[in-house]
C-alpha cells in the first residue's frame, strides 16, 4: 500500500508545476496513439477520396464510389479470392501442425526438443526477405512444383507454423495434467481423453493461433512476393499498384480488412473488460 | 500416444528440411564452393549493408524511446483499461502492411502537413533534401519505426507489467528519489522486455525493404533492395543467396548473443 505524505502548501507555480509533472506522461500518451493511430485514418479517409489522375495522394473530394465499385480496378477482386483462400488453407494446416508440435514440446523429452524449440523460433527471427530466397532456391530446384498457389501455399505454411505453436505452447505451460490423469483414471483411453479433456481445454488458444495465422497470411507481401510466380495475392497486387499510383479501391479493402479485424477484437476486448468487471 | 509422437516429427521433418536444405541449395547452385561471391557482395554493396544497419539501428533507439514512456504508462496506470490501449498498439497490424507504409507516402508527401509544418519551422533543411522528405533516409527511417513500434511497444509493456510495483516503493522508500527508483529498480526489472523489443524491432528492421522502396527512392536503397532485385530481377541467385547469408549470419550473431545472455525459452515464451 502506497504510503499517503502529507504535502507542503505551494504556490500556484509551483502546483501548476506538480500538476504537468503528473500529467506529462499522460499527454505524452495520448501523443503517442494520435501518431499510431495517424496513418490508419489517412487509410480511412482516402478511401473516400475522389481522386483526379492516378495518384491518390491530395484530397479531391468526398464520394462513395470506391466503396460502390470496390472490385472497379482490373485484377483487384481475383487478387483478394486469392489471398482468402492461401490463407484459409494455410492457417488451418499450420494451426493443425502448430498445435501438435506444441503437444510434443510441452508433453515430452524427447532427444532433438531444444533444437526443435530453436527451429521454431529461427523463421521467427529470420528476416523475411531470408526465408524469401531460400525458399525461392528451394523451389527452383524443385522444377515440378509450378510456381503459384502451390509454392505460396507451402511458404505460407512454414512461417504460420512457428507462430501457431508459440501461441498454443503458451497456453499449455499453465495447464493442469491432474484434468487427463482423473479422465484416465476413470477408463477413457488416450484418444477420448485427448477429444474431451485437452481439445475443449486449449481451444481458445488454437482458434487464436488460427485468426493469427490468418491475419499473417492475409498481410504477407515479402515471402509471397519470392514464391509467387506469376500469381497476385492482394499485398503483390498493392505493390504493382504503388508502382504507378494506387487507386482508392486499395484504401477500400484496407479500410474493410481494418474495420472486420478490429471489430472483432474489440468486441473480445469490451466482453473481457466486462467480466473484469463483475469479477 | 507413440503414433502421436511419429505425427509431430512429420512436420518437423519438413520444417528441418525446410530451413536446413534451402541453405545448402544455395551453395550447391554454383557447385564451386564460390566464396568469392561473399566478398564480392562485401566489396560492392557495403554501402547497402551498412545503410540497413545504420537505419536499423537509428529506427530501434527511436522506437525504444517513443514507446517506452507509453508501455510504462499503460503498465502502471491503465487500470482497467490496459486491454483497450493494448489493442490501440496493435492496431496499426490490421492494415495491411503495404497500405500503411503507402499512408505515410500520402502524409510525408510535398502538400502534406508534415511538410509544411516542417517548412514554417525551418526545420526542413535539417531533415529533409531540398524541400522534400519522400526520397530521403528520414523517411525510410519514419516508415521503419512507425511500422515495427508494436513490436517493441509490447515486449516492453509485459516486462513492466510483470514488476511488482511494491519494489518500487520500497526502492523509493530507501531511496526517496524517484529517478534513482527508475535506474536501479524499474528499468533493471524490465531489460527482458527491452532485449526482445530491440531483436523484434531490429532484425525485421534490417531485412526491410518495403519502406526504403515506397518512401526512400532509388538514392536509399538498403540490402533488402538489392537481393531482392538480384533474384527477382537479375536472377543473379549466387551472389545474391550470399548476401541474404550475409545478413542472417549477422543477425543469427546478434541473437545468439541476446539467446546466452537470456535463455532460448524466454527469448521464445517474450516474443508474442
Known amino acids: 500500500m502506497a504510503v499517503q505524505r502529507s504535502r507542503p502548501k505551494r504556490g500556484v507555480l509551483a502546483s501548476t508545476w506538480t500538476f504537468v509533472k503528473r500529467n506529462v506522461l499522460t499527454a505524452y500518451s495520448i501523443l503517442f496513439f494520435i501518431y499510431l493511430l495517424l496513418p490508419i485514418a489517412v487509410v480511412v479517409v482516402f478511401s473516400f477520396n475522389n481522386p483526379v489522375g492516378k495518384f491518390n495522394y491530395v484530397w479531391q473530394g468526398f464520394t462513395w464510389d470506391n466503396w460502390r465499385y470496390w472490385n472497379g480496378v482490373p485484377g483487384i477482386q481475383s487478387a483478394i479470392e486469392l489471398s482468402l483462400e492461401v490463407a484459409l488453407v494455410a492457417s488451418l494446416v499450420a494451426t493443425a501442425f502448430g498445435t501438435m508440435i506444441a503437444l510434443a514440446l510441452v508433453r515430452y523429452r524427447f532427444r532433438f526438443r531444444a533444437a526443435t524449440n530453436i527451429l521454431i523460433f529461427l523463421p521467427l527471427s529470420t528476416p523475411e526477405i531470408v526465408l524469401g530466397a531460400s525458399l525461392l532456391t528451394l523451389f527452383l530446384n524443385f522444377t515440378f512444383v509450378p510456381f503459384g498457389f502451390i509454392t505460396i501455399l507451402i511458404a505460407h505454411v512454414m512461417f504460420c507454423v512457428s507462430f501457431a505453436v508459440v501461441t498454443v505452447k503458451a497456453r499449455l505451460i499453465g495447464f493442469d495434467r491432474h484434468l487427463e490423469e482423473a479422465a484416465m483414471d476413470l477408463g477413457a483411453n488416450e484418444w477420448t481423453t485427448f477429444q474431451k479433456v485437452t481439445l475443449p481445454l486449449i481451444v481458445p488458444a488454437v482458434l487464436a493461433a488460427f485468426l493469427l495465422c490468418f491475419a499473417i497470411s492475409v498481410d504477407d507481401f515479402v515471402v509471397t512476393y519470392f514464391v509467387s510466380g506469376s500469381s497476385v495475392t492482394f499485398p503483390i497486387y498493392v505493390w504493382g499498384a504503388a508502382r504507378v499510383g494506387a487507386p482508392a479501391q486499395v484504401n477500400v479493402i484496407g479500410t474493410a480488412i481494418f474495420v472486420i479485424a478490429i471489430s472483432g477484437a474489440l468486441a473480445n476486448v469490451l466482453i473481457q473488460m466486462r467480466r473484469e468487471k463483475h469479477a | ?272
Open chain 2, 1 to 272: 500416444m507413440l503414433w502421436l509422437a511419429i505425427f509431430f516429427v512429420v512436420p518437423l521433418g519438413y520444417l528441418a528440411y525446410q530451413s536446413l536444405e534451402s541453405g545448402n541449395v544455395d551453395f550447391g547452385y554454383a557447385f564451386t564452393w564460390a566464396w568469392g561471391n561473399y566478398w564480392t557482395a562485401i566489396r560492392d554493396y557495403r554501402t547497402q549493408f551498412i545503410r540497413s544497419i545504420e537505419f536499423a539501428g537509428i529506427a530501434t533507439v527511436i522506437a525504444f524511446v517513443v514507446s517506452y514512456p507509453v508501455a510504462y504508462w499503460i503498465a502502471f496506470r491503465g487500470g482497467r483499461w490496459k486491454n483497450l490501449l493494448l489493442l490501440c498498439i496493435i492496431a496499426p497490424f490490421f492494415v495491411t502492411y503495404l497500405i500503411r507504409t503507402l499512408a505515410w507516402e500520402t502524409i510525408l508527401s510535398d502538400h502534406g502537413f508534415v511538410v509544411r509544418t516542417l517548412g514554417n519551422l525551418h526545420l526542413l533543411g535539417v531533415l529533409g533534401q531540398n524541400g522534400h522528405i519522400l526520397s530521403t533516409g528520414t523517411a525510410v527511417v519514419a516508415g521503419i519505426t512507425y511500422n515495427f513500434l508494436p513490436f517493441m511497444a509490447l515486449p516492453l509493456y509485459v516486462s513492466l507489467e510483470q514488476i511488482d510495483p511494491r519494489l518500487i516503493e520500497a526502492a523509493e522508500d530507501l531511496y526517496a528519489n524517484k529517478i534513482r527508483a527508475f535506474l536501479r529498480v524499474t528499468f533493471p526489472l524490465s531489460l527482458p522486455g527491452v532485449v526482445a523489443g530491440t531483436l523484434l524491432t531490429f532484425i525485421p528492421a534490417a531485412g526491410d525493404f518495403i519502406n526504403a522502396q515506397l518512401l526512400g527512392g532509388t538514392q536509399n536503397h538498403m540490402i533488402g533492395n538489392v537481393i531482392q532485385s538480384k533474384f527477382l530481377e537479375l536472377s543473379d541467385y549466387p551472389s545474391a543467396a550470399a548476401m541474404s547469408f550475409i545478413l542472417m549470419g549477422a543477425i543469427l550473431a546478434f541473437v545468439a548473443i541476446y539467446a546466452l545472455i537470456v535463455g532460448t525459452e524466454q527469448l521464445t515464451g517474450t516474443a508474442v
